[in-house]
């Protein structure tokens, strides 16, 4: 937090401050130099359980029994820092408990003196709409702003954007250097972008909008979802001068949703490779089908979640996702797992029990590893795809479903057909489409998409300020070979985030097999050194590095480059770039 500096007061006095703040339901009070309360708003009034009469005048440490004060005092910090403490929890006057996030800042005379400190108390309770009276350029507000625990950014009345909190800049990706003057659609890409009418809206009419899910996209160029709030600005003749949007990540939200729902979409699947982009491709055109698909690629490539994803994107989405992992269940439970068992069929079947089979019926069952499936139950697997129906263990009476089935496995299946461990019949009849899942090492130009994409969700689960990651700490992320690939990458930055004291993940931070691996540098050929690129491909070259830098936005890069998006869109085809 920015000091509040004496040269506004003429604006604006400490009585209106607080005001303000109570209609952000943000409790504040100051004190003194004697360390007395000078002021309290109502909000601050409300969670301490005590009226302003009963606190104004006597000493800030009396007033505040049981609650520990600041770790450094105001007073003694110098003028460009402020004081974040760690959340404390208060009993308001109804003896409710909060949640408070306590932030502190000096407050300075008209001779640059400190004459007391102003201290916020934050509830951990939703942000309320901002009023419309807010004075839109009073910049010490806008300080406030910036360190509140939610995205904030306003536009002017031509939808430029002026102020970008630093929750905003976690959120997106964004400094703020990045997007000041810009239009507010470099973060939501289209003029016609559901957020972008809405905010113009709020600024012609005048009326604030509450709550509307909506998407932004970061500067990674990942969409992600979030909760917005728009209300117009106005200044002290209430003409409206721009417009002001408070939003919220969505991201944790969204998982959990998936996760109990169990839908996905191939958004959720990251990645501006060609190989990706073309899978990304046919998953538009087959997942509205009831065709048979093979999965194929290593361990970690992602096969689980691309099943999910063209299940979420079937017809038969609301049906469920059965997956039986042909690895995992013992050869001889296999067949009472996929197909069920009727009444004394063995031993201990004391009732009818329903199979994999029968709990897909009407969706779709995934066949996971089916690489690993024993011969004599593939024969049966190939009946059920030929026939739709199958045998209960122990029933001389055939069950039909109706059911997509999707496999998977990390093992070539045509490789295993020619070792004769996997019937030839059975994998023609799996093949009708085929996916082959690219191993992390072959699509390397999607590795810091990759590892900000993880971070981001591990800040959203977790709560966590994500550190910074150094070129040196980069470098070695970049050169490493990921046998076990996106799942691998996963697991080395969590580790790291766990690790990591600073705001800065250090190579120490790494798992210790990384650390000792040096880093793998390309030599550069004598053409490219001197002139930055080869002749015979310098302008694919240049383009590719280019969207390389500014991680495959296509508006920066054109805008980097000099040429409008038509023009880079035309060339990224030509060059067999195009996402």
């Not at 000091?3 to 006095?13: C, E, G, P």
């Not at 309360?37 to 409300?46: F, H, K, R, V």
């Not at 996916?435 to 699509?443: G, H, M, Q, S, T």
Request: charged content about 30%.
């Amino acid at each position: 937090m920015d000091l509040i500096n004496a040269k506004h007061a003429d604006k604006i006095s400490c009585d209106q401050w607080l005001q303000i703040l109570d209609e952000l339901n943000i409790g504040a009070f100051t004190v003194d130099m004697h360390r007395k309360i000078s002021s309290m708003n109502l909000n601050a009034q409300a969670l301490v359980g005590l009226k302003d009469t009963e606190a104004i005048g006597k000493d800030c440490r009396e007033v505040f029994v049981g609650v520990p004060c600041l770790a450094k005092c105001p007073f003694k910090v110098p003028r460009d820092l402020s004081i974040d403490e760690p959340i404390i929890r208060i009993q308001d006057e109804d003896d409710v408990s909060h949640l408070v996030t306590r932030k502190a800042t000096t407050v300075f005379g008209p001779d640059h003196q400190i004459v007391g400190c102003m201290t916020i108390l934050q509830d951990h309770s939703p942000i309320v709409d901002l009023i419309d009276r807010i004075h839109y350029e009073e910049r010490s507000l806008k300080i406030i702003l910036d360190n509140l625990n939610v995205g904030i950014f306003t536009v002017d009345r031509s939808g430029h954007i002026t102020f970008f909190n630093t929750e905003a800049e976690k959120i997106s990706g964004y400094n703020r250097r990045e997007v000041l003057g810009e239009p507010c659609t470099i973060i939501f890409e289209t003029d016609e972008a559901q957020e972008v009418c809405l905010l113009k809206e709020t600024i012609v009419d005048g009326v604030s909008r509450g709550s509307r899910r909506g998407k932004m996209t970061t500067r990674d160029g990942v969409t992600i979802p979030i909760r917005a709030n728009y209300m117009a600005l106005r200044n002290e003749k209430g003409t409206v001068v721009g417009g002001l949007t408070t939003f919220h990540d969505l991201t944790l939200v969204q998982q959990l949703d998936q996760a109990i729902k169990n839908r996905y979409t191939y958004h959720d699947m990251i990645g501006k490779s060609p190989a990706m982009q073309k899978i990304f491709e046919m998953i538009n055109v087959i997942a509205t089908t009831d065709a048979t698909i093979l999965i194929e690629g290593a361990t970690g490539t992602g096969k689980d979640l691309l099943a999910k994803v063209i299940h979420s994107a079937s017809p038969r989405n609301d049906k469920p996702l059965v997956k039986v992992n042909c690895a995992a269940i013992p050869d001889n439970l296999l067949e009472s797992e996929m197909f069920g068992y009727v009444k004394g069929a063995f031993t201990g079947a004391h009732k009818d029990k329903s199979g994999r089979f029968q709990e897909a019926d009407g969706g779709t069952i995934f066949l996971d590893e089916i690489g690993d499936l024993p011969l004599p139950l593939q024969a049966k697997l190939l009946r059920v795809l030929e026939d739709k129906e199958f045998y209960r263990l122990g029933s001389g009476h055939t069950l039909k479903v109706n059911v997509r089935i999707i496999s998977a496995s990390n093992r070539t299946l045509e490789k295993l057909v020619e070792k004769q461990l996997f019937r030839e019949d059975l994998y023609y009849r799996l093949n009708v489409f085929r996916i082959e899942l690219p191993e992390l090492k072959d699509r390397r130009m999607d590795l810091p998409l990759l590892i900000s994409h993880v971070l981001r969700q591990f800040r959203a689960a977790k709560d966590i300020q994500t550190p910074e990651i150094p070129q040196k700490v980069m470098e070695i992320l970049l050169n490493y070979h990921y046998p076990g690939n996106v799942r691998e990458l996963e697991n080395i930055l969590e580790h790291a985030l766990i690790i990591s004291q600073e705001d800065t993940i250090q190579p120490t931070d790494l798992p210790e097999y990384l650390q000792a691996r040096p880093v793998a540098r390309k030599k550069v050929p004598r053409a490219t050194a001197e002139h930055g690129f080869s002749s015979e491909n310098k302008e694919r070259d240049k383009l590719l590095a280019t969207l390389q830098q500014y991680k495959w936005h296509r508006k920066q890069t054109a805008r980097a480059l000099g040429m409008d998006r038509t023009t880079l869109w035309r060339k990224m085809k030509k060059y067999s770039l195009l996402d």
